[in-house]
Every structure is written in C-alpha cells, then in structure tokens.
C-alpha cells in the first residue's frame, strides 16, 4: 500500500473514533428513547408525537429483549417485586405493623 492509502485509513480510523467517542458521550440513542418514553406516557393518542414514539419504543423493548434477555426479566421480576412489598405494607395496619416486621 501507499503512503496515501495510508493516510486515508488512518483518517478513516481517526474519524471512526473520534465519531464513537462523540456518540457515547452525546448517547443520542438513550436521549431518543427517553423523548419516546415520555410521548408514549404523557402524550394524547390522538397526537402525531405518540405514534412517531410508538415504533422507538418498540424497537427498545425488542433490543432490550434480543440483546440482555435474563437482564429485562430480571428487571421486570425485580420491579414486580417491588411492587408487592409497597402494596403489602401499605395495606397492614399501623398497630399490627411492630407485629408483622418481627
């Protein structure tokens, strides 16, 4: 190879890095996901914004399935969990909660 086709490929790679790096730091992908998010959760189904969303949230919730498949189940048992702890103690009485923590 040449001195040129050299150089080409180290810019190549200078710019490959210094692109990822900009795109970890910048993380578009999560700040696109959490305007999906928050469309999905606040927004009027009537709204062009909620059905712009629907498809980003998607394709998280199928990337999160196909790329970590324990870690979302483990998530999902955890926050169900979680749910049923903050239910079962809202639902004890004040007196008979000293009775139920020991």
Known sequence: MSAGT???VALALACVWAGGYATGRGRPV??????????????SRR???FWLAVPI????????IVFRPRRSLRNWRAARDRDR??????????????????
């Open 57 to 64: 949230v998607a394709a998280a919730i199928a990337g999160l």
């Open 30 to 43: 999560r700040a696109l996901t959490t305007w999906a998010d928050w469309q999905v959760a606040y927004t």
């Open 85 to 102: 702890r903050r239910a079962r103690t809202a639902q004890i009485p004040i007196r008979l909660r000293s009775l139920h923590d020991q």
């Open 47 to 49: 709204s062009p914004w």
């Open 6 to 8: 050299w150089a080409r």
